[in-house]
């Protein structure tokens, strides 16, 4: 799922929304000391206070929110795995059973239960929905709805939600005109905060995959291994942030540690350039496309075996593929950091091309081409000639 993909479910989930119908919400609340199912509820979604649903709603939204392959992770499915969560799941968006979607669900709680001990009591909240896609009237004759549904998106979401402490507070009584102590024993459900989440099946191209799930990590650029491949029984993942450090590494091994501005900026526009053209969002590279980019930013007397090598040496397969997206900071976000002793400084990638390392003196300076005036506490700098003060008028 591509990110306008998801942006277009997350979307559907707010109030009076007649494009979405929840049918069922399952709630299991688990204690941390015995990891054990103390409490589960299911009832009808429509049936929950407003307000309720409303909290709801906004915690399904921050399930699905967040960067791809940072937060969110499209997961294939393992084959061959006895008790698939594959085949749980889709069992359990095929009936009408309210009993045997219970029933289900509970089979993916108890695998959670068996890989890990939370260290907080948990609610773990299931729903079973359906989305419409619409499409415009063809014809303004139609008295029919304003839309007719052209795509009908049936779903299972899940989110994961810690407890705590309800707060110690001073309550004032205004009829009997006393401070009052309120001590609150019961729990509080943290709905802002997911601790992770998933969505079945993914919809790529408006059309269900049933053999691809969409995960929801705890923290961005961390996701639970252990939930993946034993709770999911989804294939292991890599995050963004790993993919740009295995180029970096593939890099320096094929062509050293030194580089300078203008052929790193070169680098990170070429890549940049392959994301922009790809309009599905998922360009990729592999050894030879790697080779290509280096050469086209200005790196002489490439060895393609070299690269080859490099991927070999880093990931111990050639084969990689990167997915170009991972690899390009946010191109026109100061999201390169600069640190040195003296100063930090945060550039884009697409004006890495106006700083410069130069030398003079024997001394290092780092250059930076700006077009406006620059102000340093109030006071507007002087220019001067490289390594002299120009003179005043």
């Known amino acids: 799922m591509n990110k306008k993909e998801i942006a277009e479910i997350r979307r559907q989930f707010k ?11 399952f709630n299991v609340y688990v204690m941390k000391e015995s990891s054990e199912i103390y409490h589960q509820q299911s009832q009808p979604f429509e049936i929950l206070d407003s307000d309720e649903q409303e909290l709801f709603l906004n915690n399904f939204k921050k399930v699905l929110t967040g960067g791809i392959d940072e937060k969110l992770f499209e997961l294939k499915f393992q084959t061959n795995i006895e008790d698939s969560s594959q085949l749980i799941l889709h069992q359990a968006l095929l009936t009408d059973d309210k009993d045997e979607w219970k029933a289900q669900m509970i089979r993916i709680v ?7 001990q939370y260290e907080m009591d948990i609610v773990i909240t299931f729903i079973k929905g359906e989305y419409f896609k619409p499409i415009k009237r063809q014809s303004t004759d139609d008295e029919e709805s304003e839309y007719n549904s052209l795509h009908s998106h049936t779903f299972i979401l899940s989110s994961m939600n810690q407890t705590q402490d309800p707060k110690k507070e001073l309550h004032f009584d205004y009829i009997e005109k006393a401070f009052k102590y309120n001590l609150v024993v019961d729990p509080v459900i943290n709905l802002q905060k997911p601790i992770g989440g998933f969505l079945f099946p993914c919809f790529i191209d408006h059309a269900a995959n049933v053999n691809r799930v969409l995960y929801s990590a705890p923290k961005t650029n961390e996701p ?12 292991e993942t890599v995050t963004a942030k790993e993919d740009k450090i295995i180029f970096e590494e593939v890099v320096r091994d094929a062509i050293g540690h030194e580089l300078n501005t203008s052929t790193l900026a070169n680098i990170y526009q070429e890549i940049h350039r392959v994301v922009e053209e790809d309009e599905e969002d998922s360009a990729t590279l592999d050894y030879k496309d790697v080779e290509s980019v280096l050469k086209h930013s200005g790196i002489e007397h490439i060895v393609p075996e070299k690269v080859e090598t490099a991927f070999n040496n880093v990931i111990d397969d050639s084969q990689y593929e990167l997915k170009a997206k991972n690899i390009v900071p946010k191109f026109k976000t100061k999201s390169i950091k600069i640190n040195t002793e003296v100063a930090n400084i945060a550039v884009s990638p697409e004006d890495l091309h106006r700083l410069k390392q130069v030398s003079f003196n024997g001394k290092r300076y780092l250059m930076i081409e700006v077009e406006e005036d620059t102000i340093i506490d109030g006071f507007t700098m002087l220019p001067e000639a490289f390594g002299s003060k120009v003179k005043e008028d």
């Open 15 to 25: 109030k009076n929304n007649e494009l979405l119908h929840i049918s069922e919400i």
């Open 110 to 116: 108890e695998k959670m239960l068996q890989v890990k």
């Open 224 to 235: 639970d291994e252990s939930f993946i491949e034993e709770v999911l029984n989804a294939e």
